[in-house]
């Protein structure tokens, strides 16, 4: 199992970003795919997430600025990051679940400079 991210970078606040996710080798049909992050010193906390069937959860301090879409054919998801703020400043990791199984991609650092 193989979830492969990519998109992260530095950006300027107001900027946007684009983070991929690809997952490979899982057989079975992903239920959920989601991304979180993790700032120095916090907990890892949920950003988005979206089901195999469209339904799709934000975290309250990403709501009107983040966007997340799937394409279950091929396994990925993106997250669209508009308006970046300096708070969003963090490691982004890609989940996927599925069956009663899960599965964390390696992370990619956000930066948002004031």
């Known amino acids: 199992v193989q979830l492969q991210a990519s998109g992260g970078g530095l950006v300027q606040a107001g900027g946007s970003l684009r983070l991929s996710c690809a997952a490979s080798?899982?057989?079975?049909?992903?239920?959920?795919m989601g991304w979180y992050r993790q700032a120095p010193g916090k907990q890892r906390e949920l950003v988005a997430a979206?089901?195999?069937?469209?339904?799709?959860n934000y975290a309250d301090s990403v709501k009107g600025r983040f966007t997340i879409s799937r394409d279950n054919a091929e396994n990925t998801i993106n997250l669209q990051m508009n308006s970046l703020k300096p708070e969003d400043t963090a490691v982004y990791y890609c989940?996927?679940?599925?069956?009663?199984?899960?599965?964390w991609g390696k992370g990619t650092l956000v930066t948002v400079s004031s």
């Open positions: 989940k996927a679940r599925w069956d009663d199984n899960s599965y």
């Open positions: 080798g899982i057989t079975s049909s992903i239920n959920v």
């Open positions: 979206i089901s195999s069937g469209g339904i799709t």
